[in-house]
């Protein structure tokens, strides 16, 4: 079979969903499913959930005459990449600490798997295919159940010595502050997620039914209203203190923004780059161009792309 007819199976498995796709070497998602991550019922019934994915994508697959050429997980927590193993996990995925998912994968599909964070996947898929794929170093932030990040360097993720950088939602930015499921308080997480987003309008007493979701949080504050429109500004400047950390530290050529949040565009992302530019020292409001934030161009196909894409990268 010629080489147009390969393809491998991508999965994004965050705290809430699981996300998952045949992928082309394109970076062409042919085929997609989006399954409820169900963490609650711990690491081992999680393992059979991806198990059942991947064979119902490989089924899918062989029917439509496409090649497998492996599978590819970007998985939330501190990944090996070079063990295919997931060391570290917070209360978001409880009892997914220690998961050994390369070996058990690859045993029970007989497919060869690569494992990696799922911040670290979904900013391999900007860079190969999405937003950032005009720039050798930017920095990619996701916004979700928690906060991930990645730092792309030369068009490949930047994962530090035992490859768990990018653990950028438990940097501090309050010191003292809320606790954080990772054990530390005042971590950017317990400020800047969607999840923070939530607790915040549930502290806005008499709210509960107007501001009940993200959805209904920006809608409200479209319309004009008050206690959600300050919810907005507010969840924009804790935003903007952790990015115009990053920008500080790596003073990269751009910054791309992941996560459902995205998809509220500029009436968002002008708040949050107005916070920025308001928290950066004077020498990077001077430069010639500022460094652009923009939202994610794969959407919720960045994570299921980026997994894969060392399959193909490396071999064109």
Known sequence: MSSQGEAA???DLGGTNIKAGLVARDGTVIHRLSLPTEAHRGGE????RLSEIVLALREHAMKHDWRIRGVGVGSAGQVSREKGAVIGATANLPGWAGMELAVRLESRTGLPVAVDNDANAMAFGEA?????????DFVCVTLGTGVGGCLILDREP???RDGFAGEFGHHVVEHGGIPCNCGRTGCWEQYASVTALMRMTREIKGEAELLATPTKVFGSAREGYGPALTLVNEYANYIAIGLANLIHLFNPQGIVIGG???QQGDFLFDRVRGAVAGLLLPVYKDAAEEIPIVPAALGNDGGVIGAVAGYFIKSD
């Open 9 to 11: 199976i991508g999965l």
């Open 45 to 48: 019934a999680l393992m059979d």
């Open 128 to 136: 190969w295919a999405g937003a950032g794929r005009e720039w050798r």
């Open 158 to 160: 930047y994962r530090g």
């Open 260 to 262: 459902a949040v995205t």
